[in-house]
């Protein structure tokens, strides 16, 4: 997430603000959804990585704007890849994985994993679909927004009705979407889906397994 136009006083106070209001609303869970995949939160605004600078960015870092990042790297270790924002971020600096400047290309993910796992498909605010990848085991990568801003989080569960449980890179913990971000079907704004590479796609069973890159640039923060 960015606040890119605020002072870095006002910046602060807005983020303590948010932070104030999660503690409020957002309860960590207490109990597993009924359909769900435990992998562990991580935050972006880590020690170990936060201040590092976003891609080639001169005004962003990890932990300012590194969401979507640091819910791929959750991902990719519930599929068994090793490894951190910070290493991630690194890796995507110095392999054409950004787009201007700190922009993730969602493809670069399929090229990092030497192909393990494959970025399959950029959609809208599919419920249905989310359920059916969270099913098949696959977390799966949700825009929503965070005081105004893109924010990225990891869709790990859901309840039976369809409470999705979430991974939020800027708080580092687990909650239910509904505590936090409201209604999935109007909070959820887009969804990343990723497969691994021993699940062959189904035929038919969604569009958009071979994305092209063009459609994989957008904000990603």
């Keep these: 997430m960015r606040f890119p136009n605020l002072t870095p006083r006002l ?3 807005t983020l303590a603000g948010a932070i104030a209001l999660s503690a409020l ?8 959804a009924d359909n769900s995949i435990t992998i562990p939160a991580m935050s972006q605004q880590d020690g170990a990585w936060a201040s590092a600078p976003l891609g080639s960015s001169t005004t ?19 599929y068994g890849i090793d490894t951190d924002p910070g290493g991630f971020n690194t890796w ?3 392999n054409g994985g950004y787009a201007f400047d700190d922009e993730l290309i969602w493809a670069a993910v399929t090229t990092y994993t030497s192909g393990r796992v494959a970025f399959s498909g950029w959609f809208g605010p599919d419920l249905g679909l989310i359920q059916h990848e969270l099913d098949a085991g696959r977390p799966v990568v ?3 927004q965070l005081g105004g801003d893109q924010h990225f989080v990891l869709l790990t569960g859901y309840g039976s009705d369809t409470d999705f449980v979430i991974n939020d890179p800027w708080f580092a913990d687990s909650v239910r979407f509904n505590d936090r971000y409201g209604d999935p079907s109007s909070g959820i704004l887009s969804i990343r889906t990723f497969m691994p590479a021993d699940v062959a796609p189904r035929r ?9 890159a ?8």
């Design 60 to 78: 962003e870092t990890v932990g300012s704007a590194g969401c979507a990042i640091t819910a791929v790297t959750m991902m990719l270790g519930h």
């Design 11 to 13: 910046r602060a106070a």
């Design 142 to 144: 949700a825009e929503v």
């Design 204 to 212: 038919g069973e969604r569009d958009g397994w071979l994305a092209s």
């Design 92 to 94: 995507l600096t110095g």
């Design 25 to 32: 609303l957002g309860a960590p869970v207490v109990a597993a």
């Design 214 to 221: 063009v459609a994989a640039v957008r904000p990603a923060q």
